[in-house]
């Protein structure tokens, strides 16, 4: 017997996670779609930017 795995459903594909595709993400997201954003550049190593939100805050000198 073979068990499959149910694939998963998205709401909106988003090809692009530049500017313009990032911020369709965001405001999908907003609205309660699943989305998902496809991307086929090359991968960009983390140049040491913070990952959550407050350490981007604390990064640019914001206080919460």
Sequence with gaps: MTV???RPVY??????SGAGG????DMGTKVG???I???AGPNT???G???CPPEVLA???IKE
Aim: glycine residues 8%; negative net charge.
């Design 4 to 6: 499959t795995q149910p």
């Design 11 to 16: 709401d909106v594909a988003i090809v692009g």
């Design 22 to 25: 990032a911020t369709a993400a």
């Design 33 to 35: 779609a699943d989305v």
């Design 37 to 39: 954003t496809l991307e």
């Design 45 to 47: 190593p983390h140049f």
């Design 49 to 51: 930017w913070p990952r």
């Design 59 to 61: 990064h640019f000198g």
